[in-house]
């Protein structure tokens, strides 16, 4: 190797490392050092993606070996990193919607005395995320999943001095660890059957692998990342975690962190492929949780919640597109990719909305905004295009090609996926309609004190730039990406048209079923909505409540697992202190009866000498004579 | 239980004397320990030791026989004696045992004693052949005594006579009573005391003084013909005095 | 009889002894039971001094004598001090390092 791979993780690292170790010392330029370590990564990710370019296809890949991790003699672990057009990719798109985001948040957090601080985790996370997807091997992979799910918890609860703030973070902490735990055991299951986990190795070795064990790892891998990407069951920490500042929602929470789950399943895709039933249970998640996130959003009212949910509902699009496997494995990354700037520049230009509206939150007193926010507005109408998918903007070349994968499925499984994507694109296009209209549209229902204003240019600029990318990523990527991918994901051809539906006609399903939700959403509130919310129906009270999916974990994990510490406390104190000070109460007992010996009478003592002469006497006699 | 020959068997005399002394000796013991008097204890254990001295002679050791007697018994047992009439003895225990369980574990500790010890040497000493100090008396008990002692243990010899002398020196020291010098009562505060009213002047009368008995448990009479407490130690029995004794002896009369 | 009986005497004399220490409650009595205890070695010692023909356990017995008188000396001596301070002679009285 002439260049090594390991700057672009350490820089951002040590600039982290710098940021948080020197203290208030670097408040003044922090920021600064933290944009330039991750605009740094940047060039180098794209000097290397452009030197991957130049390999012939066959061989393109760059790996190194930094150190050696783990030098126990089977289980032999290598920090390992592996650049290769799917990791190039994620790489690219860490590193470059990363640094638009620490621009952001320059202007974002001018306000704020933990700025430095925030920029600290915030490399940091960089740092883990990239280490997640350069590693060569599922421990690397397990490392930076470990790293980033701590600066998701760092930055969630940010301002940690709020009592919700601090139980956001917490709850997307244990709620990744059940994920993270079903990773570690996947990847245990892959040392016992592969004896290795380098992925060169493992993939190899799937073969040999029995349906059974294959379909464990599969289900395993498959809940790790559910948790990492706030897929059902385990979506339920995503929206709390909107409580970061903004532009952590935005890189962690939309563009970034929250994809790994999708990485994951798509770099296992070996051992995906070899189990049709491991397939089967990816698209069921995918499935539903694209439609669980579309209701729900509908019934938020909080503009970062309504885009939270719209997140999860995407991820379920690139869950998807993973699960059907074949050709939509490409498909589901160029989603990925365009997800990446349109859900950041969506959050970025909700959090320039909450900037100028004093942080207000409530789309209820929004409205009208557009004369106020003409950038924002601009550029959050472009994502909002590209998110419902309307043609040209990069959603429609990423979604669509998902939804009509979805209707290549044979028999009652292409119709009830493949419906239900078409609804879930349907209901996106009403929700986001309605958080567009009555955000900058209709009549204004802000307070009188409010004074919106547009963001300062080091706020506006990226906005500008991500717009630009929702617009034109998606053309661009749809007809070079998925060549590029096929050394990952194996060149399939795809099989002509033995689906439900042809491609055409789920097209212009989608398209007409995008603007019937979009219409809807228009009509419906481009006379504003009510200042307070308003009793309604079953359906919208299950929605705001998270489809009571909250209220499932209460009962389900909550409320037993109290009722099991109280139970363990009980018997620390009954049984464990009980014995511990129950000894000592013997001993004391013991000792308090003891001491009646010490009677205080010469004779008495005069009295066990006398024994104590008579055992030692005992004593000598039976060793001489006995 | 071999028999033992030669020069150190027993002889007839021996066991005769063995035989009456020893049951002798154990009684003495066994009084020693039982009796409720204290000065009745020092007799029994006077006895004891007598009859030790007498077993000492018999095996041929009349020197330490004769010194069991005069010194041991003569001297130390003397020493008791004394030492109990000036403070021991009022103080007769009591025959109720304060500690629970002491009688009987000493009797028991005693007994498994006694068979411990005397059965397990009895066996020990079966094949032993006793060996009789004919001669190492050859020139006779004294000077083989001295011959001994005066080369092998001079060393001891010498130590010990130190610790009888810091023996002799310790008694004096704890006996002395310290009388501090404000204690010391000069000639006059004597003769004020003497005098002081509520003190009989005059030196207190002997017992039996103007009294009808010899007894010296008698009290003397004052002049108004009442008994005199004085006269008589306190240590001594109380008692009512008979007919016979109260009635004139008519000793005056030649 | 053998003189094996002479140190089965002396065990005797010597419990007795014991037992005697551990009973009496006069501090002189007990004082007198321990030269009891003391007399009984000599006579094992004297007997001994027989069977092995040698002058040694006289002397020995010799020397314990010496060392009785001493003690016997001193202890009656702290007893009578004793006495005066306390007016009692008995050794039950001095049990203040009861529990």
């Known amino acids: 190797m002439d260049s090594p791979l390991w700057p672009l993780i350490a820089v951002p690292l040590a600039s982290a490392a710098v940021l948080l170790l020197l203290g208030r010392r670097a408040d003044r330029w922090g920021h600064l050092l933290g944009c330039a370590s991750v605009g740094a990564s940047f060039v180098l990710g794209l000097v290397y993606f452009l030197r991957l370019r130049g390999l012939p296809a066959d061989g393109r890949a760059i790996e190194e070996s930094v150190f050696t991790f783990i030098p126990v003699e089977e289980l032999k672990v290598d920090f390992g990193l592996l650049l290769d057009p799917l990791s190039g990719v994620f790489v690219l798109l860490i590193t470059g919607v990363g640094f638009l985001i620490h621009v952001y948040a320059v202007g974002y957090m001018a306000h704020d005395e933990g700025r430095r601080r925030f920029f600290g985790y915030f490399n940091l996370f960089v740092a883990a995320m990239l280490l997640l997807v350069l590693g060569n091997n599922y421990v690397m992979v397990y490392l930076g999943w470990e790293g980033v799910g701590l600066a998701s918890y760092l930055l969630i609860s940010f301002w940690f001095t709020r009592p919700s703030a601090a139980t956001a973070g917490k709850k997307a902490f244990i709620m990744n660890r059940v994920g993270d735990a079903a990773f570690v055991l996947a990847i245990f299951l892959m040392f016992a059957h ?108 909080d503009i970062k919640r309504v885009l939270a949910w719209s997140t999860v509902s995407q991820i379920g699009y690139m869950f998807l597109g993973v699960g059907l496997g074949g050709a939509a494995y490409a498909l589901a990354i160029i989603h990925l990719l365009a997800h990446g700037f349109f859900k950041a520049g969506l959050f970025l230009g909700a959090g320039s909305v ?38 040209p903007l990069s959603g429609f070349f990423s979604k669509e090609p998902i939804i009509a994968e979805a209707f290549q499925r044979e028999g009652w499984a292409g119709w009830v996926i493949g419906t239900a994507a078409l609804l879930g694109a349907g209901v996106t296009a009403f929700y986001m309609t309605r958080l567009f209209v009555l955000t900058f549209h209709g009549p204004k229902r802000w307070a009188e004190d409010v004074h919106p204003h547009e963001s300062p240019p080091v706020m506006t600029a990226p906005l500008v730039l991500l717009a630009l990318g929702s617009a034109a990523a998606g053309g661009l990527m749809a007809t070079s990406v998925p060549d590029w991918l096929n050394p990952v994901f194996g060149g399939e051809a795809e099989p002509a048209g033995h689906g439900v539906l042809g491609h055409t006609t789920v097209t212009i399903l989608s398209i007409v079923v995008t603007v019937l939700g979009a219409g809807l959403g228009w009509l419906l509130f481009r006379r504003g909505t009510a200042a307070q919310e308003r009793p309604a129906g079953p359906v919208v009270t299950a929605a705001r409540k998270n489809l009571y999916g909250d209220a499932f974990n209460e009962a389900v994990f909550e409320a037993p697992g109290k009722y099991l510490t109280r139970a363990l406390v009980y018997f620390d104190n009954k049984g464990i202190d009980g014995l511990v000070n129950g000894l000592a109460a013997m001993v004391g007992g013991g000792s308090g009866r003891l001491r009646r010996v010490q009677t205080g009478y010469v004779r008495s003592y005069a009295l066990s000498m006398l024994g104590g002469a008579l055992l030692v006497a005992m004593a000598f006699i039976a060793v001489r004579l006995g | 239980m071999d028999a033992i020959l030669a020069a150190g068997a027993v002889g007839t005399g021996e066991a005769v004397t063995f035989w009456i002394l020893a049951p002798l000796a154990v009684i003495g013991a066994l009084a020693m320990v039982v009796a409720r008097n204290a000065v009745h204890s020092a007799l029994w254990l006077v006895l004891v030791m007598l009859c030790l001295g007498v077993f000492y002679i018999v095996q041929s050791g009349p020197f330490l026989g004769l010194a069991q007697i005069i010194v041991y018994t003569g001297a130390i047992m003397m020493l008791f004696l004394f030492v109990l009439m000036l403070v021991g003895r009022d103080a007769s225990d009591s025959l109720i045992e304060v500690l629970r369980g002491q009688r009987l574990a000493a009797a028991l500790l005693g007994i498994g004693f006694v068979g411990l010890a005397g059965t397990m040497t009895y066996r020990a000493l079966g094949p032993t052949v006793a060996a009789g100090l004919t001669q190492a008396n050859a020139g006779g008990n004294v000077q083989g005594i001295a011959g001994v002692l005066f080369t092998n243990y001079v060393f001891a010899f010498e130590a010990t006579s130190a610790l009888l002398i810091a023996a002799a020196v310790g008694a004096m020291l704890l006996a002395h009573i310290e009388r501090g010098k404000d204690d010391k009562v000069g000639q006059l505060e004597r003769v004020r005391a003497r005098f002081a009213p509520g003190s009989y002047p005059g030196p207190k009368a002997g017992p039996g003084v103007y009294a009808t008995s010899s007894s010296v448990a008698t009290p003397g009479r004052l002049p108004d013909g009442g008994p005199s407490e004085r006269t008589v130690p306190s240590i001594l029995p109380r008692r009512e005095l008979t007919e016979a004794e109260i009635a004139p002896k008519g000793t005056d009369e030649r | 009889m053998q003189p094996g009986h002479y140190i089965v005497l002396a065990a005797v004399l010597f419990s007795i002894g014991a037992v005697g220490v551990l009973v009496r409650r006069n501090a002189i009595v007990l004082f007198m039971c321990i030269e009891l205890m003391l007399n009984a070695a000599n006579l094992a010692l004297v007997t001994f001094s027989r069977i092995n023909g040698t002058l040694d356990g006289q002397i020995m017995a010799f020397f314990v004598m010496v060392v009785a008188a001493a003690e016997v000396v001193i202890g009656l001596a702290i007893i009578m001090s004793i006495f005066r301070t306390r007016r009692s002679a008995s050794v039950d009285d001095a049990n203040l390092l009861k529990y």
Not at chain 1, 242 to 260: K, R, W
Not at chain 1, 291 to 297: E, L, M, N, P
């Open chain 1, 194 to 301: 592969a004896r290795s986990v380098d992925f060169g190795t493992v993939f190899a070795s799937v073969e040999s692998m029995s349906s059974g064990v294959t379909l464990a790892i599969g289900l395993l891998l498959l809940l790790g990342a559910c948790g990492k990407s706030g897929q059902v069951p385990l979506q339920a920490w995503l929206p709390d975690a909107m409580e970061g500042p903004t532009p952590v929602s935005a890189l962690i929470h939309a563009a970034t962190m929250v994809t790994a789950g999708v990485y994951l399943i798509a770099r296992s895709n070996p051992i995906f492929d070899a189990n049709a039933n491991a397939q089967a249970a990816v698209v069921a998640v995918g499935a539903v949780t694209l439609v669980f996130g579309a209701i729900i959003g509908c019934a938020k009212d």
């Open chain 1, 354 to 391: 909450m900037h100028g509206m004093n942080d207000e939150v409530n789309i209820r007193r929004f409205g009208g905004l557009w004369r106020h926010l003409p950038i924002t507005w601009a550029t959050f109408g472009i994502a909002w295009l590209a998110i419902i998918g309307l043609p």
